[in-house]
Structure formats: structure tokens, C-alpha cells
């Protein structure tokens, strides 16, 4: 009796070791040879989720409030000519701060519910891209959110320029998946403002990154 039961016992345990053999072989495969299409995946649902966040926070903040005439100020000789190019670091600050705060809120808000990745995935098939239970990853903002301000010039006519002012929000985004985990980094520029200025634009600011230096005087 005690053989019979050491030999099923025997069994048993080989049985074991097989089942474990395979499940560590199959993760194995899906670490080095399959992870990789699944990461694409989520790269592609973490950067689209970032995009939209920037976009809402640059809406929300910047088109219903934010004037030319708030950030840039235009100051000219008696005679008219112009003769500098202000920015007005504290509203500049103000939005940038406001800005980063806004954009790291929608990302949160966003991505609350995880990003979706479908067991079919880990396959590779493209007939199971898709498919099959949903397995939730977790996705957050990482760091502080950075606001890059840029300028640039272009004539319009006779003595006129058009003055265009960009804002670039650069945001990193971790997320972590079973077998791995991986940051992105985004990077999206927006316009935010821009004016006619009628007048001859100094050169230093026309051909130089001088203005573009004052915007992002104060940093966030």
C-alpha cells in the first residue's frame, strides 16, 4: 500500500513540476517574443489619452481667457517705431502654472480607469487582437508637467508682421503591465495667441530666440 501511494505520490509531483515547467516557459515567451506587440499597444493608448489631456487643459485654460495683449506688450517711440517686445512674466507664469496643473488633472481624469489591454494581445495572432477578457493596466502622470513658450514672426504686408505665440506641454506618463513597466514622453504644441503688429519689428527679435528667452524667463 504505502508503494502504491509513493508512486501516485511520485506522479503527482511530476505532474507538477510539468505544469510549472510550462507556465514559466510560456511567461518566458511572452516577456521576450510577445510583451514587446503589447507594449505598442498601450504606448498607443497612453500617448493618445496624454494628447487628449493636453489639448483639454490648453481649452479649458488659454482660449476663453488668455489675450495677445496679456502676455506681449508692444512698446513704441514717439514716433511710432518699435522699439521693444515686453513679455509679461507674471501672466506668463500664472499660465504656465496653470497650465501644468490643468494638464496633470486631465491626465489623472483620463486614465482613471486604466488603459485596456485584451488577453488576446499577449497572443500575437491578429486574428485575436482585441479579443478575450480585458486585463486593466494602470497609467499616472510622472514629474511636474514642463510649459515651453516659442514665438515666431511672419510678414503680412508692408510693415506689418504677424506675431504668433506657441505653448509646448511636455508630460511623462508610466505605465505598468504584468511582466513590464515603461514610461512615454509627450510632447504637444498648441497655438495660444497671436496679433498684427503694424510697425518695423527690430531684427534682434525677427532672427534671434531673444523673446522666445523672455517668455520662459520664469519657469514653473
Given at each position: ?131 478575450g477578457p ?36 511636455d508630460a ?49
Amino acid at each position: 500500500m504505502h508503494l502504491v501511494k509513493s508512486i501516485k505520490n511520485n506522479k503527482i509531483v511530476k505532474r507538477i513540476i510539468c505544469i510549472c515547467a510550462c507556465l514559466l516557459i510560456f511567461l518566458l515567451i511572452t516577456i521576450i517574443f510577445i510583451n514587446p506587440i503589447v507594449l505598442d499597444g498601450v504606448e498607443f493608448q497612453a500617448k493618445s489619452i496624454t494628447s487628449r489631456a493636453m489639448n483639454s487643459s490648453v481649452s479649458d485654460v488659454v482660449m476663453n481667457s488668455i489675450m495677445y495683449d496679456d502676455l506681449v506688450n508692444i512698446i513704441s517711440d514717439e514716433f511710432g517705431n518699435i522699439t521693444m517686445i515686453q513679455a509679461n512674466s507674471l501672466e506668463i507664469n500664472n499660465l504656465s502654472r496653470d497650465l501644468a496643473q490643468a494638464c496633470e488633472i486631465r491626465i489623472e481624469e483620463y486614465s482613471k480607469n486604466g488603459l485596456n489591454v485584451h488577453m488576446g494581445d499577449f497572443l500575437g495572432l491578429p486574428i485575436l487582437v482585441g479579443r478575450g477578457p480585458v486585463l486593466k493596466v494602470k497609467m499616472w502622470p510622472i514629474g511636474s508637467i514642463g510649459c515651453v513658450f516659442r514665438s515666431q514672426f511672419n510678414t503680412a504686408g508692408i510693415n506689418q508682421t504677424v506675431h504668433k505665440i506657441y505653448v509646448g506641454l511636455d508630460a511623462t506618463v508610466g505605465v505598468v503591465l504584468p511582466f513590464a513597466s515603461k514610461n512615454y514622453q509627450m510632447r504637444q504644441e498648441v497655438l495660444i495667441s497671436e496679433s498684427v503688429i503694424v510697425g518695423q519689428v527690430p531684427e534682434v527679435y525677427l532672427q534671434s530666440d531673444t523673446l522666445d528667452t523672455l517668455l520662459n524667463f520664469v519657469p514653473y
